[in-house]
């Protein structure tokens, strides 16, 4: 009892500037190694962990308004070319509370023939928020796998409500010619597709 009296000043003291800035850079790893793990591109993360300038572009303020949305508004689209800031947007709003996955969608592809592809997919089915990124770039398979492995996904976090961020290259045309009536149908129904300004303008 004695011990523990004295020990009391050392353990309601303020904490040292050198222990404040341990601590800290333990809890910015922690938190690289937690948005690494949800597969978040690393040259993103310490823009949106702000370590790092993130500049406000038409993508990341979609993405700030797409965290507010009701779940009746759960699929949203961010259409444009390079250097618009699409997957660093999304890579923000995955970042945004725990329970969430940022998937490239040539993963997606390369996943459909993997032994581990059940319970890959039903990871991605499931997590609260979804980031599928650069949907498009994904090779297609002549026996249709890939398309249909796509839309089974989407199809699945619809019917769910579980919200979605998709980035693609594609014009809304474009998108629609590829992915088929019903994936776009399930977008105009509960989501938006936002085309970008440098997109609109070429």
Known sequence: MKRMLERLPELFREPTAEEVAAREDLEKRQRVLDLSQRGIPEKDVARVLGIEPLEARTALLSARAFLSYPPSRRILVLSGMGG??????????????????????????????????????????????????????????????????????????????????????????????????RIWRRIEEVGGFVELARFLQS
């Open 84 to 181: 618009e800031g699409k997957t660093t947007a999304a890579a923000w709003w995955a970042a945004q509370g725990a329970y969430s996955r940022f998937a490239p969608a040539p993963e997606i592809a390369r996943m459909e023939y993997s032994p581990e592809r059940t319970s890959y997919m039903h990871a991605l089915e499931t997590v609260l928020r979804l980031v599928v990124d650069d949907l498009g770039s994904e090779a297609l398979d002549r026996e249709g796998r890939v398309l249909a492995a796509v839309d089974a996904l989407i199809n699945a976090r619809y019917a769910g409500m579980r919200k979605t961020l998709i980035t693609t290259n594609l014009t809304r045309d474009g998108f629609r010619e590829r992915y088929g009536v």
